[in-house]
Structure formats: structure tokens, C-alpha cells
């Protein structure tokens, strides 16, 4: 009912042009959501797309975003997603769910000055954190510090694969809940809280 009463949409842009902040307000609508650069979110794919690799833009979306897209409008008025990945698929996305489309254009000069200052600026980088003995200076962001088991990134998971073939319709309520926490999840992400460990000493 909510699904065909309204089109998903799409927020485009160049990095650091403002896209993640209107995802942000957006996601706070009372009538539906917002996901920020949900997985998977195509970066090798696009990359393919863009070099002539890619043999197949309509499957790579099939097995891929529509699932999810399809899957998150059945239980909201509004879905949309923020990714600056997605401009090549934009004609097959929208042939293929007939969405809207969000293109944040900013100055190029300030988007250039913001990706050089960027992680310096709000992150830190390991780089600086390792150089000298001691604590962490003030500028590491403990928060969004993360662990990645890059061989763990292509491992298969049956569950999954198959609940990308079925509709949603056809799920059971603990398949639906699997299918959705594994839709948003960054394969090979640990689970770690960096702040427990380094501030507060936990060891657990």
C-alpha cells in the first residue's frame, strides 16, 4: 500500500557538498527514512561502470539495491537513500523504480577545500596518531573509529543470498528482520568500542 502510494528518492552528490546533512533532516520526517550510504552501496561496482567492466547495470541492481529499496517501502510512506556512488545507474534506476532524484551541486573550489581539510580537520589519521609514543592527541574521533576484517568482506552468506531472490511478501517476520539488518550492515566490520578501551580502560 505505502510502496505504491510513493517513489523512492535518491540523494546525488559530490563528496563533501552537503549531501549527508540533508540525509540527516530528512531522516527525521514523522513519515518515513533516510538511510546514509546503506551496503551495499555499489563503490567497486560504480568504479566498473565508469571504466566499461561492468557487463550487466540491471542485474548488478537486481541482486544488489532494489531488494532493499523494495523491501523498506513496504513499511514506510517515504524511503530514500543518500550515496554519491550511484550516478552512473541513475537511467537504470529510475527505469527500474521510477524514482526521484536529489543532485546537491556546491562550488567546486569549497568541495576541493573541504576533502583536503576534511580528515585532518574532524577525523585525525592513524598516520599522526602513530608518530609519536603516548596517548591520542585531541583530534582523534574515537567515536567513529573502526576495525575491518578484509577477509572476511567476500564471505557468502546463504541466508542472505537467498532472501535477495524472494519477495518480501513471501518472508516470514524473522526472515524480514535478518534480510534488513544484513542489507545495512559494512561487511567485516568488528565490533569494537575504542572509547570503553582507550578512555576507560576496559579490556572485556
Request: with cysteine; charged share 35%.
Amino acid at each position: 500500500m505505502k510502496g505504491q502510494q510513493s517513489r523512492p528518492i535518491f540523494i546525488l552528490s559530490c563528496a563533501r557538498s552537503g549531501s549527508t546533512s540533508l540525509c540527516r533532516i530528512l531522516n527525521e520526517a514523522s513519515n518515513g527514512r533516510c538511510e546514509l550510504e546503506p551496503s551495499p552501496n555499489l563503490n567497486r561496482e560504480t568504479r566498473d561502470m565508469m571504466e566499461g567492466r561492468l557487463k550487466d547495470a540491471v542485474l548488478t541492481l537486481e541482486n544488489s539495491i532494489i531488494p532493499r529499496v523494495r523491501a523498506e517501502m513496504e513499511h514506510v510512506e517515504v524511503y530514500g537513500e543518500k550515496n554519491v556512488t550511484y550516478g552512473p545507474f541513475i537511467p537504470f534506476l529510475h527505469d527500474m523504480l521510477n524514482c526521484k532524484f536529489v543532485f546537491i551541486k556546491r562550488d567546486g573550489r569549497e568541495v576541493v577545500r573541504s576533502l583536503v581539510n576534511w580528515h585532518e580537520a574532524k577525523f585525525g589519521t592513524v598516520y599522526r596518531e602513530c608518530r609519536e609514543p603516548g596517548g591520542l592527541t585531541p583530534e582523534a574521533f574515537l567515536r567513529e573509529s573502526r576495525i575491518i576484517r578484509r577477509d572476511a568482506i567476500n564471505l557468502e552468506d546463504r541466508e542472505f543470498e537467498r532472501l535477495r531472490k524472494i519477495a518480501v511478501s513471501d518472508m516470514t517476520k524473522d526472515e524480514y528482520e535478518y534480510f534488513k539488518v544484513k542489507s545495512r550492515e559494512t561487511p567485516g566490520r568488528m565490533v569494537v568500542d575504542f572509547r570503553r578501551a582507550l578512555e576507560e580502560g576496559d579490556r572485556e
